[in-house]
């Protein structure tokens, strides 16, 4: 199976306590596999479906999360219908709160895999992750509701892009990392090491490979001479 593409990576602030959180403007294909990530400091604060032009996005399932005195996590995933372009948006409830949300565009993708979803990690800061297919990629979102001071942590396994890792004092600690080609299917241990909070949520997304993808897709129809 094919590798899936990432294409595009954009992120909110989410340093801040804004009443809408939205990413920088990203690029997609048609077919392309929009992931969004978001995790909010606390279980009585919520953040909205996201929208975005000529996207509509589903939750994974599992999510969001719903423990109380944990951070809430969140992801959904859009499959565009067309190419096009924009920020990724979601509104917000419960008041003011330290928010995030981190957008992933995939190319190459027939859809989510294995997932692993809790709030209820304590001060284990590594999920177990079941890998259904070949060559996938994974995404992951941290939040710790402790709000410790401590951005400065190992990944495992050591091939991650961090993506964040923030710390709002008073509010939470947040961390985005991904991970490219896993090879085979099976079973690995994403996260790390070397924090001292102890109160963590944390949902981790195997994002499948395949032939589906956008820009694989009019690669192969420029190289045919069908594609503009």
């Known amino acids: 199976m094919a590798q899936p593409t990432l294409s595009d990576y954009q992120q909110s602030t989410w340093s801040d306590s804004s009443t809408t959180e939205a990413t920088a403007s ?6 392309d596999l929009i992931v969004v990530l978001g995790m909010t400091e606390g ?6 479906t996201p929208t ?5 996005f589903s939750a994974v399932s599992g999510t969001p999360t719903n423990t109380a005195n944990s951070c809430k996590g969140y ?3 859009a499959t565009a219908g067309s190419s096009g372009s924009g920020a990724i948006s979601a509104t917000t409830t419960g008041g003011s709160a330290a928010r995030g949300l981190a957008a992933f565009v995939f190319s190459g993708s027939d859809g989510v895999g294995g997932t692993a979803i809790s709030a209820a990690l304590g001060a284990t ?3 177990s992750l079941t890998r259904t297919g070949d060559n996938s990629h994974v995404v992951q979102v941290w939040g710790d509701w402790n709000a410790v001071n401590d951005t400065t942590v190992t990944w495992t396994p050591g091939s991650e892009t961090q993506r964040v890792a923030q710390f709002v004092s008073g509010r939470a600690t947040f961390f985005v990392a991904n991970w490219g080609d896993q090879g085979a299917s099976g079973t690995t241990n994403y996260g790390f090491s070397g924090f001292a909070g102890g109160d963590v949520t944390a949902i981790t997304i195997e994002v499948l490979g395949g032939s589906g993808g956008g820009a694989a897709s ?3 129809l420029m190289m045919m001479g069908m594609g503009r």
């Open 75 to 77: 992801a959904w995933t």
């Open 218 to 220: 009019r690669q192969s």
């Open 52 to 56: 975005a032009t000529g996207l509509t």
């Open 125 to 127: 800061t590594v999920q």
């Open 43 to 48: 279980n009585a604060q919520a953040l909205n």
């Open 26 to 31: 990203l690029t997609w294909g048609r077919r």
